[in-house]
């Protein structure tokens, strides 16, 4: 089979909006089989790939050789040097390409937040470049640590701002959002009187209105409850295009990204595939411990 197939399959279903949860039940098999399948550990037998086709309504040519965009870059930043009282990024390299899920790991302090400031072009480095494949004024989403919400403003005024200046005019995609964010039955409330786990949900409700290239989110679960988290990965999963995530949820890591990154010493110190952690036994927790010394 193609190389190209686990490829195919994750970005085919964040295409159709489905988690591997729900794709799995749509083929009568386990959650962690589609998982397997879209990380390259086990191939579908074929009667799964008459049903995959159906499901994606696609050939089983286009399902199995599929396109080739998964190697295209989307950003990459070459030699970036950044100061502030003392050095924090030193001679970094790094490139994410298409249809990626990439986990950014490190200690506090490390210059994560620092590193993707500097991939969304809020910060600038002193020396280095960055260099864009792709317009990020419409097809970057960001949703940062630093809250951006206006307190005084209701819910629903809130998502029709942000959907102004994002250009998305579809109720349909607003409604299922606020669906999806348990946010249907307070479209009314002022933000300032939401708690903090619901303001997050909004905060990244906001930053997946329009669908981008690539998401950018900085410990998104903080502040949220286990029921939230739960549900913000499951949605996480379903959106389409690239993601990088700083976060510390291994678990998650484990379940749904396809690469890791560890910030360590100012460099990107180690840049590894989930899967080869994996098949050495490792979680990612062990494997993190082990290389974050
Ligand atoms: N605007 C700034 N001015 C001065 N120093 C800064 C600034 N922003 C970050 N730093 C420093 O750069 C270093 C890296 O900070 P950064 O927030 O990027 O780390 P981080 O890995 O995201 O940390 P955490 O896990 O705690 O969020 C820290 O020592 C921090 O104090």
């Given at each position: 089979m193609s190389y190209s197939?686990?490829?195919?399959?994750?970005?085919?279903?964040?295409?159709?909006?489905?988690?591997?949860?729900?794709?799995?039940?749509r083929l009568f098999v386990s959650?962690?089989?589609?998982?397997k399948w879209e990380n390259g550990d086990a191939e579908p037998s074929i009667d799964k790939l008459i049903l995959l086709a159906k499901v994606f309504n696609v050939s089983l040519d286009r399902l199995i050789l599929g396109t080739n965009d998964f190697n295209q870059p989307l950003v990459k930043l070459n030699n970036i040097v950044k100061t502030f009282?003392?050095?924090?990024?030193?001679?970094?390299?790094?490139?994410?390409?298409n249809n990626e899920r990439i986990a950014l790991l490190g200690s506090n302090g490390a210059g994560k937040t620092?590193?993707?400031?500097?991939?969304?072009?809020?910060?600038?480095?002193?020396?280095?470049?960055?260099k864009w494949y792709f317009n990020k004024n419409d097809s970057l989403n960001i949703m940062s640590q630093e809250n951006v919400l206006i307190p005084t403003l209701k819910v629903k005024e809130q998502i029709s701002l942000t959907a102004a200046i994002t250009k998305v005019d579809s109720k349909q995609r607003i409604n299922y959002?606020?669906?999806?964010?348990?946010?249907?039955?307070?479209?009314?409330?002022?933000?300032?009187?939401l708690?903090?786990?619901q303001k997050r949900r909004l905060s990244l409700l906001l930053s997946v209105l329009r669908q981008s290239k690539l998401l950018i989110l900085d410990e998104p679960t903080v502040g949220m409850d286990l029921e939230s988290i739960d549900y913000f990965w499951h949605f996480i999963e379903k959106v389409s295009g690239s993601i990088l995530v700083i976060t510390h949820d291994f678990n998650q890591i484990d379940k749904f990204f396809s690469r890791v990154l560890?910030?360590?010493?100012?460099?990107?110190?180690?840049?590894?595939?989930?899967?080869?952690?994996?098949?050495?036994?490792?979680?990612?927790?062990q494997w993190y411990r082990q290389h974050n010394r």
């Open positions: 197939f686990p490829h195919q399959l994750l970005k085919l279903r964040t295409e159709k909006q489905l988690s591997q949860a729900e794709l799995a039940t959650r962690q089989a589609v998982s009282n003392s050095p924090v990024l030193n001679s970094l390299d790094l490139t994410i390409q620092t590193l993707v400031k500097i991939i969304e072009g809020t910060l600038k480095p002193n020396e280095g470049t960055v959002l606020l669906d999806q964010f348990k946010l249907s039955s307070q479209p009314n409330t002022i933000i300032a009187k708690s903090g786990g560890l910030l360590k010493d100012g460099q990107i110190s180690h840049d590894i595939p989930v899967k080869e952690i994996h098949q050495h036994n490792q979680t990612i927790e």
